[in-house]
């Protein structure tokens, strides 16, 4: 069964950069018998969900404008890793952080990992 | 790049009958088939409960319909009960090049 898991550093320093991975195990990440993309989305504290962007296997991306001059999704096949960085945070930054699997077939976000935590604090 | 609108809560009795409305434009929900709900409670993973607007994926309740006319779809829950009370959250492909715009989201209460 594929499993997501979000890790890296639960603080980080504002005017630092955040950089999470996200594993996908019992699975492929090219997901060889459909199409699929691969999505980062947060949460800040209080607030509603929020769509980070999303990368394609082979290396296309798409970020939310309002966080594309600071974000970078990639991805690397030979590790079944996704990664994001999001660079220059502030406390805004500060959320749970989710990877998820995008189905092509109508772009609905049908499996995600368990989300970690990321404050951005001095 | 705009959310699609939400109302911020919506409210029933157990067994009654709620509607969450999620307003987008001909971008996104007017134009494709590709709407999906998430059911959120604090502190757990968001689960999906309907995908290409009126899909159910296996396991989850038949309470939980959606529907969409013009660029407002809407997830209709039926039979009110107590573990609804959650966050729900609409999504859509856009052709706005994000793929994806979330809902603002809201918050059902089971009074």
């Known amino acids: 069964q594929l499993r997501l898991q979000e890790s890296g550093p639960g603080l980080v320093k504002p005017s630092e950069t955040l950089a999470l991975t996200c594993t996908v195990s019992?699975?492929?990440?090219?997901?060889?018998?459909?199409?699929?993309?691969w999505g980062w989305i947060r949460q800040p504290p209080g607030k509603g969900l929020e769509w980070i962007g999303s990368?394609?296997?082979?290396?296309?991306?798409y970020y939310n404008p309002s966080l594309r001059s600071r974000v970078t999704i990639s991805v690397d096949t030979s590790k079944n890793q996704l990664s994001l960085k999001v660079t220059s945070v502030t406390a805004a930054d500060t959320a749970v952080y989710y990877c998820a699997r995008l189905y092509s077939s109508s772009y609905h976000l049908d499996l995600w990992g368990q989300g970690t935590l990321v404050t951005v604090s001095s | 790049q705009s959310a699609l609108t939400q109302p911020a809560s919506v409210s029933g009795s157990p067994g009654q009958s709620i509607t969450i409305a999620c307003t987008g434009t001909s971008s996104d929900v007017g134009d494709y088939d590709f709407v999906s709900w998430y059911q959120h409670h604090p502190g757990k993973v968001p689960k999906l409960m309907i995908y290409?607007?009126?899909n159910r994926p296996s396991g989850v309740s038949d309470r939980f319909s959606g529907s969409r006319s013009g660029s407002t779809a809407s997830l209709t829950i039926s039979g009110l009960q107590a573990e609804d009370e959650a966050d729900y959250y609409c999504?859509?492909?856009?052709?706005?090049?994000?793929?994806?715009?979330f809902g603002t989201g809201t918050k059902v209460t089971v009074l």
């Open positions: 990368v394609f296997y082979r290396g296309n991306t």
């Open positions: 999504t859509s492909y856009t052709n706005r090049g994000t793929l994806v715009v």
């Open positions: 019992g699975g492929s990440l090219s997901c060889s018998n459909y199409f699929c993309y």
């Open positions: 290409g607007v009126t």
